[in-house]
């Protein structure tokens, strides 16, 4: 695959990640705060106002992420991979993956808190921290490699 295509085929991706990130902001996150109206009826109000604006400041964080990810693709296609602009990216990606894990692992906690864990929660709630942590050290060690290609680049640059 070249290049562009490349550069095409990830931001199509991106833009259809974004596209599910908000129906599921529309259709599924009120679904769940009801269900956690259901699970705390003594704080029927509480439970669903904090479910949804919980869920809502985590998919903002994740729009921003694909944000982000949108933009190193493009310069991907432009020829401008290995750029300190894009490394600040990545490291941005990995503090917003990072941020979204240890809201994650509150919420865990407090649902511990309330007793309201099902082992379904459990599992999704550790499959979501999981992944959060991996895609936040994924994105560390990229920037990390993407600073050094940089640099060897401009090297390069001024090498006749």
Same mark, same amino acid.
């Given at each position: 695959?070249?290049?562009?295509?490349?550069?095409?085929?990830?931001?199509?991706?991106?833009?259809?990640?974004?596209?599910?990130?908000?129906?599921?902001?529309?259709?599924?996150?009120?679904?769940?705060?009801?269900?956690?109206?259901?699970?705390?009826?003594?704080?029927?109000?509480a439970a669903w106002w904090g479910t949804l604006?919980?869920?809502?400041?985590?998919?903002l964080v994740g729009a921003v992420a694909l944000?982000?990810?949108?933009?190193?693709?493009?310069?991907i296609g432009r020829d401008r991979s290995f750029?300190?602009?894009?490394?600040?990216? +990545?490291?941005?990606? @990995?503090?917003?993956? !990072?941020?979204?894990?240890? =809201?994650?692992? $509150?919420?865990?906690?407090?649902? &511990? /808190?309330?007793?309201? +864990?099902?082992?379904? @929660?459990?599992?999704? !709630?550790?499959?979501?921290? =999981?992944?959060? $942590?991996?895609?936040?050290?994924? &994105? /560390?060690?990229?920037?990390?490699?993407?600073?050094?290609?940089?640099?060897?680049?401009?090297?390069?640059?001024?090498?006749?």
């Open positions: 695959m070249r290049q562009r295509e490349l550069s095409i085929w990830l931001r199509g991706l991106t833009i259809v990640v974004g596209v599910f990130l908000l129906i599921a902001c529309i259709f599924l996150a009120p679904v769940i705060a009801q269900e956690a109206q259901l699970a705390l009826p003594e704080h029927q109000g604006a919980f869920l809502y400041v985590t998919a944000i982000e990810a949108f933009l190193i693709f493009r310069d750029t300190q602009v894009n490394a600040s990216r +990545l490291r941005t990606i @990995s503090a917003l993956a !990072l941020l979204d894990t240890v =809201l994650y692992v $509150a919420v865990f906690c407090l649902m &511990a /808190a309330l007793k309201v +864990l099902s082992p379904g @929660s459990i599992v999704l !709630l550790g499959a979501v921290i =999981l992944f959060g $942590a991996a895609a936040s050290a994924a &994105a /560390a060690a990229l920037s990390h490699l993407t600073v050094k290609a940089a640099n060897i680049q401009d090297d390069n640059d001024l090498t006749i």
